[in-house]
């Protein structure tokens, strides 16, 4: 079964987009690793009610979401 929810359930029995996406980029680095040389880095924001938080900011980050 493929779930279409960003996370998936909670067991990650049905992973979502975001850990499959994750899977594949990764898979095709190290498919790829012996032609080319990588850096990844990745940034993951929610937008809800008019607000954006950024999901990886520290807990004591000054500024961790805009109001847009």
Known sequence: MIT???IGD???KYPGIAPRAFDRIFDLVEENKKKYTFRISCYMLELYN???LD???SANSEISF???
């Open 4 to 6: 279409y929810t960003m």
């Open 10 to 12: 909670g067991d990650m």
């Open 50 to 52: 008019d607000r954006l």
């Open 55 to 57: 999901l990886l900011a």
């Open 66 to 68: 805009l109001f847009i």
